[in-house]
């Protein structure tokens, strides 16, 4: 099961979109990555700018780095998969699109 092309080679008689929900999946989950690292280093270097306005230690610049990057990285790999997973649906004539709220 670690052979992604014969995995799609597998299901793609039993289900059709699955390559292209496979490829949602992989540009979500790097998305989420692209914008943890964006994110620490946006904020990371924010705190090095202001730091002398700011007055905690230097410690707890990476910890809030992290902090932040986690959030945004959770809320943009948590957006995207959820639209990838109302597409796959919408595939399969399960669910419809039309029904979520946002994506």
């Not at 790097?30 to 946006?42: E, V």
């Not at 902090?67 to 948590?78: D, E, H, M, N, R």
Request: glycine content about 6%; proline content about 2%; overall charge positive.
């Amino acid at each position: 099961m670690n052979d992604i092309k014969s995995l799609k080679e597998q299901q793609r008689e039993k289900h059709p979109g699955f390559d292209g929900y496979l490829d949602c999946m992989t540009r979500a989950l790097f998305t989420g990555l692209a914008s943890f690292c964006l994110g620490f280093a946006g904020t990371y270097f924010v705190q090095k700018a202001v730091q002398t306005k700011l007055h905690y230690p230097v410690k707890y610049n990476i910890l809030l780095s992290s902090l932040v990057a986690t959030g945004i990285a959770y809320q943009t790999t948590s957006t995207r998969t959820k639209s990838c997973q109302a597409a796959w649906m919408a595939y399969e004539d399960k669910h419809t699109v039309l029904k979520e709220e946002k994506y």
